[in-house]
């Protein structure tokens, strides 16, 4: 088994479109923040067992969407759930 393919890793597009990445981050952020606000102060059990989460995974520590660890952006497209 390789683990490594367990691990939180920043896609390979998001290196390939890291100023789209970056801008989402920056125009977005606010937002984020307002979403970690409202899960703690509705979810608070549940929100401290994502912060737990995210403070044990290798790679997760600076997540612009704190306490979840991954953005995905589908922009015009249809998709089955990941």
């Not at 801008?23 to 067992?49: C, M, T």
């Not at 660890?69 to 089955?80: D, P």
């Given at each position: 088994t390789n683990l490594r393919q367990t691990?939180?890793?920043?896609?390979?597009?998001?290196?390939?479109h890291?100023?789209?990445?970056?801008?989402?981050?920056?125009?977005?952020?606010?937002?984020?923040?307002w979403i970690e606000e409202e899960i703690s102060r509705h979810l608070p059990d549940e929100y401290k067992v994502l912060v737990k989460l995210v403070d044990i995974l290798p790679n997760a520590e600076g997540s612009p969407v704190r306490p979840f660890l991954s953005l995905v952006v589908n922009?015009?497209?249809?998709?089955v759930a990941h």
């Amino acid at each position: 088994t390789n683990l490594r393919q367990t691990l939180p890793y920043a896609s390979k597009e998001t290196f390939t479109h890291q100023q789209l990445y970056l801008n989402i981050q920056a125009n977005l952020g606010e937002v984020f923040e307002w979403i970690e606000e409202e899960i703690s102060r509705h979810l608070p059990d549940e929100y401290k067992v994502l912060v737990k989460l995210v403070d044990i995974l290798p790679n997760a520590e600076g997540s612009p969407v704190r306490p979840f660890l991954s953005l995905v952006v589908n922009i015009n497209v249809c998709t089955v759930a990941h």
